[in-house]
């Protein structure tokens, strides 16, 4: 009985108000994604044996503001393009932390995010973005493709934080996302980097931070300047429909501009402006399909319902995606 007093004393004391119940329901999530383990090489089944103790620890050091991350482990993970991208892997606890943070912060967040934003987000999926950028292609003759060159790596942290305040005034929440931001990176050597800008591609948080920056960097800023030319976009790769050839170039060459101002660039080699009009015999124009989310758009033979042959510049999958499912079924 005086064991329970103590405890209840202890937690009135605390810093922050964090339910333990939601420490719990972040425990689940992380639990159902699986993944690898981090720095400290506890596997889920190693934070299992003493479940109870490792998600108090995580309740108690957020709850009283001494919880910091550890070092994220950086993994190589090999592009279909060749190459490959580091993704940072947060410890199973971490993860848990990030989870937490996310649980409370994204469900007032999401409301204010664009609908043609569908990239991590609740209730929003790549194939929604490739259904109503069909349905574009068809209604607009132009479009610009872009993706941008390490958008998870070279995010401002200044920038990213001011973004985040106009949204929320939880001093915790603002706490620990600075101490994630600055989290060190342990390369394959053993090697802590320091970090000074970009958030961890590979960790909980991440997702919804990046699409925070480029709601206000890309999504808010084409609703004022660009209402005209719809877009979809899916964390950092997009497509804008245009009218017109020299309205896609204009936009093409603005938007290079935005984005250096918001410390960002545009992929030279991913960035091109396609032509969807290719059933008209008098356009010649080099660029006449591109791939999005794993589908090739580009002018293809179709039958409707009533037997009719008809061409469209319509979505099927990507050679790059086809030959990456092949080289999997192989191995």
Excluded at 214 to 226: E, S
Aim: with cysteine.
């Amino acid at each position: 009985m005086i064991n329970r007093q103590r405890e209840k004393s202890f937690e009135v004391t605390k810093s922050f108000d964090i339910s333990k119940n939601i420490v719990w329901q972040a425990y689940k999530r992380v639990k159902a994604n699986k993944g690898a383990a981090g720095v400290d090489e506890q596997s889920m089944n190693d934070f299992e044996r003493d479940l109870k103790g490792n998600l108090y620890k995580i309740w108690n050091r957020m709850s009283s503001g001494s919880y910091f991350p550890p070092a994220v482990k950086a993994v190589a993970i090999p592009k279909k393009s060749g190459g490959a991208r580091i993704l940072g892997v947060p410890s199973i606890s971490d993860r848990i932390a990030q989870t937490v943070v996310k649980m409370y912060l994204e469900p007032e967040m999401d409301k204010c995010f664009h609908p043609d934003s569908y990239g991590c987000r609740p209730h929003k999926s790549a194939i929604q973005a490739v259904a109503v950028t069909r349905q574009r292609c068809w209604e607009h003759g132009w479009l610009l493709e872009f993706d941008i060159k390490g958008a998870f790596d070279n995010i401002d942290h200044l920038l990213l934080l001011k973004a985040l305040k106009r949204h929320t005034d939880s001093d915790w929440v603002l706490l620990y996302i600075k101490r994630w931001l600055k989290a060190q990176l342990q390369l394959p050597d053993g090697e802590l980097k320091e970090r000074t800008k970009g958030t961890p591609k590979g960790g909980v948080i991440s997702p919804l931070l990046m699409n925070l920056f480029l709601h206000y960097v890309f999504d808010k800023w084409m609703q004022i300047h660009y209402l005209k030319c719809p877009f979809a976009r899916y964390a950092d790769d997009g497509v804008v429909h245009c009218n017109t050839l020299q309205e896609a170039e204009r936009l093409k060459a603005v938007l290079e501009k935005r984005f250096k101002e918001c410390k960002l660039e545009i992929h030279p080699g991913k960035t091109k402006i396609v032509c969807c009009k290719g059933d008209k015999p008098w356009i010649k124009y080099p660029i006449m399909k591109f791939e999005f989310l794993g589908y090739e758009f580009r002018l293809r033979t179709a039958r409707a319902r009533t037997g009719r042959l008809f061409t469209r510049f319509m979505p099927a999958i990507s050679p790059t995606s086809a030959k990456a499912i092949r080289k999997e079924m192989r191995s």
